[in-house]
């Protein structure tokens, strides 16, 4: 087969959705990963994670012959374009890592050729496409690089990259112009940005709803600090006053994305960022302010606290840097029992949420799944509920 796109990284949280959503349409898609098992289970019309309305057009795709998955990059040989959706990580001093995605196209560039163009899918710091335009020039290819960031949220990533409109930059005209034209196939409109202008949409995009989870979190302290009920105070202040609407609720900011790339937008600031920096101090500091909250009722060394919800955010499986593993660990170290139940994520350590709820002195929703809507808690059972999850009374 000949292929019309190929998508790097294409089992992963990013990739498949990608490759699923260019394949319904009708586009010949190669999913090249490493990870064999992920692409085992897209071979058999199943996606490896929770993905809203993903079998469907995975089913559709594979019995029209247009999807196809490898772990050989030579096979990328002549692919015109290719989709990179591997993860960009910050190292240990906060720094980006544009060693992943060397290493990533120092693997394809045996392979590659002046008429293909290479697309940026995931988060890179501001100049990072800049950069990898002069990489391959600095190997003598004329490959064209773009950058078309992801801004889907996951777990509906198949729904919303039909319905959002699509950022497009390119390193050179021509590189433009080819992703536009392939995203122009799969999102309603195309909006044309630099490629500097795009990597710092995309990282304020993340940063921006991490602040302002962050400015809920501060609130939330600072109320129950004072000796009340938070959820009081949001009430009260939101009832009929749309001014204040927009307003999130207090609760875990997490996972994979919004720390990070706020971070890199720290270090690419020279740090200067104070903004970006109050915010990760706030999220990063709740679960120890959970801890506290605990630790002013009870013994700690005494006490069995339940966490419902492992996952980073509700009803996924995906547990990548949830931080109801920092708060377990936190309790584990201050001497208390810990028991972890999650409706999605897999570990055999894990226990039913009855179980869990019927065992613990405390129960900390971690994330709202829906299933604990529910979910009846037992009398003399504390809770701390920042979302809202359990059921009232």
Not at 18 to 27: E, T, W
Not at 119 to 124: I, N
């Amino acid at each position: 087969m000949t292929f019309d796109v190929c998508v790097v990284g294409g089992a992963g949280h990013v990739g498949a959705p990608l490759a699923i959503v260019f394949a319904d349409r009708g586009m010949r898609t190669l999913v090249l990963d490493k990870n064999e098992a992920a692409m085992s289970e897209l071979r058999s019309g199943r996606l490896p994670f929770l993905e809203e309305g993903g079998e469907p057009p995975l089913r559709r795709a594979l019995a029209a012959g247009c999807l196809d998955t490898t772990a050989d990059p030579s096979r990328v040989r002549g692919v015109p374009i290719l989709v990179i959706t591997i993860g960009t990580p910050v190292d240990e001093f906060q720094n980006p890592r544009v060693d992943v995605i060397r290493r990533c196209v120092d693997e394809l560039m045996p392979y590659l050729s002046s008429e293909q163009a290479i697309v940026l899918r995931s988060t890179v710091s501001p100049g990072v496409t800049e950069y990898l335009h002069q990489y391959l020039r600095r190997h003598g290819l004329e490959t064209g690089v773009a950058f078309c960031p992801e801004r889907v949220v996951q777990g509906k990533a198949i729904l919303e990259i039909g319905s959002l409109a699509q950022i497009v930059s390119g390193t050179t005209p021509e590189a433009e112009e080819k992703a536009a034209a392939l995203f122009a196939r799969v999102a309603p409109r195309i909006v044309r940005m630099s490629p500097r202008e795009a990597e710092y949409a995309k990282l304020i995009s993340n940063a921006y709803r991490y602040i302002t989870f962050a400015a809920a979190n501060q609130f939330y302290m600072m109320v129950q600090g004072a000796g009340l009920d938070y959820a009081r105070v949001a009430a009260g202040l939101k009832e009929e006053y749309p001014r204040m609407r927009d307003l999130p609720g207090p609760g875990f900011a997490a996972g994979p994305c919004l720390m990070k790339d706020t971070v890199q937008l720290m270090a690419f600031d020279q740090l200067s960022f104070p903004l970006g920096r109050a915010a990760v101090t706030i999220n990063e500091g709740l679960p120890n302010f959970i801890v506290e909250e605990i630790a002013r009722r009870r013994d700690l060394e005494k006490t069995r606290v339940g966490i419902l919800g492992m996952a980073f955010k509700a009803d996924i499986d995906d547990t990548r840097e949830s931080l109801s593993y920092k708060l377990g660990k936190i309790l584990r170290f201050r001497g208390a029992t810990v028991l972890y139940s999650d409706e999605y994520a897999k570990d055999p350590t894990f226990v039913p949420k009855e179980e869990l709820v019927r065992g613990s002195d405390v129960v900390v929703v971690g994330v709202p799944h829906r299933a604990y809507r529910t979910l009846r808690i037992p009398d003399g059972v504390d809770t701390i509920d920042l979302w809202g999850a359990l059921p009232r009374g």
